[in-house]
């Protein structure tokens, strides 16, 4: 019984500190956030070199518009993780949350709590639902992207051939998209070009090296590798390394310059296409400000976005624009 | 005489490990309200509870199974298993979340079932089973979804119910609550219990002793897949969404509750109190830490380290009390 007394302590207690005093954590809140504005911002995960590419730009664009920039998301692929992280911002009491969403559904739930408590909602990289939301940061559209990488793989493949496809999640909303728009283009304008293959590589460098080897060995005409995940990109590079068939299979996909200028100087992948990632994470804090400081109104055409300039809007979707192509030429000049 | 006896039952009940562990807690709530931002906040208390549901459910049926010596490493892939079998019969069987709730209840029983079978018939290390049912529960879910699909179309009042509240608190407050009464009830107040350490503590003393081990390990086993069953329907209630990656790794920080808790991994010693207390300390370090917003941009790794040094230093203040009051024997025969 004495055992069951302390239990029923420990809980009290707990309430005890747990529930007294919300008006005086308020105002500490208040009188210490004065009036800068404090922007939490969530990649996927962590540890992506994509994402903390996005996070460089970010923190930059906190210094140029002087905000508190609060950065934390998952390290591991727990379902449930963005969405306890965004309901702690929402009682952390912080003025915009900006989020690359990884489930578009489940996230939404906790982002429209968000906006009931009165704190702006941005998407940047992976939309959630458009209701949960006021803007999306779109780094480029879908169709863009597809066009871009589908053009370059037909011409690196001279028109004609098998060629695969290695994607983070089957699951990722934005990769679907991008999937979607290749199929649209491959029928369109490439008849002679077969997709044989979508393997997922849970955003992770070593299982897309191991899917690399496996879709060499299981299709010897394969001639173009896509892989649309950064991590993938040296991953696959890897694998046709290994396999001794660099020139013969060629690779292609969206990654970092970075992590992929040794494979492209050596020649083992031919074009890596990405849009400037350090200017996703600066427009979208950009935006964030904008919006918390009601220069950013639903129904704008255009915004100011500090360094950035002058930056259109495609009703809720506000687009950085064309993606690049890095090749062997031009790798050197970028150093994300 | 009495006295000092009664001075010694003061200091000895002081030493416990729930004591510690609750002056740590304690410390905790203390140390994040004074610096954390908004931390004791009636919206934010609501945060952790909702946030640790699921792992105090797996941790308060952990804990029995640790008793009796065992160790379930399926339930995290369990969890996954259910959740995603849950959301397919709302979302295509047509079932309304009541029915198609019962019936992932009955498939979590008929889970832990199976492992209790492998275990107890066969009489495989209970590490060893749940190791293959945690490959096999996980496999499962992803093939069943092809890694891809993902339900999300329930009931919006299933929805309201994850992420809503009854007099202030939660509503997995309440059933996480109920859970905790009726394991306590069940491990300090019913012969059940009893025989648990005593197969915990020596399976073959308990054998000869006439009770019905088997039985009584395989109680352990089921009860664990019906919560982690119960588990899975309030974590697609809250996340709204079932996936195929739902609860991966969750049995880990189940085990870890457990053994914070002052439940010992060889089994016969252990309370369900303690328990709570491992997943409320657990629960207050990694929220805490996200409060502070010097270091809220890495608090998530800080409180994977910090767990482990509140582990170690549970433990190693429990070992202490043991010493301490070994010594204390000693010194009162030589006296």
Redesign the interface.
Known sequence: MR??F??IT?LG???A??????SE??N??GS?GGKKLTIAFMPKS?GNQYFITCKNGAVKAAADLGI?L???G???????KQ???V??W????VDVIAVACE?K??I??ALR?AQAKGIKVITFDSDSMPDARSFFVNQATATGIANVLMDTAAQLCGGEGEFAIITA???ANNMNEWRKNIDLRLKEKYPKMKLVETK?CDDQKDKAQQETANLLGAYPNLKCVMAICSPAVPGAAEAVKQAGKVGKVKVLGLGLPSENRAYVKDGVTQAVILWKVEDLGYLTIAAATALAKGELKPGATTFKAGKLGEIQLQGSDIVLGQPFVFTKENIDQFDF | MSSSSKLNGWKSALLRHESVLLFLVLLEAFYFNAVGRNFATADNVGNIIRHSTEIGLLALVMMPIILTGGIDLSVGSLLGLCAVLFGKMCQEGGFSPLVAGGITLCIGAAAGGFNATLITWLRLPPLIVTLGTYSLFRGLAEAITKGTATYSKFPQAFLDFGNGALLGLPNQAWILLAVAMGVWLLIHQTTFGRSFRAIGFAPEGARYAGLPVERRVAMAYVLAGIVAALAAILFTARVTQARADAGIGYELLAVTAVVLGGTSIFGGTGTVHGTLLGVVAVAILSNGLSRILSISNVSRELSGMLTGALLVLALASGLLSKYIAAWRARRGVAG
């Open positions: 055992k069951l302390l239990l420990t207690l707990i309430m500190t747990g529930c007294n005093k919300p954590s308020t500490t809140a210490g962590k508190d609060l950065f934390d998952p390290t591991n692929t727990d379902p449930a969405n306890e992280i309901e702690n929402i009682t952390l009491g489930n559904e489940g939404s739930t709590k999640t089957l699951t997922p």
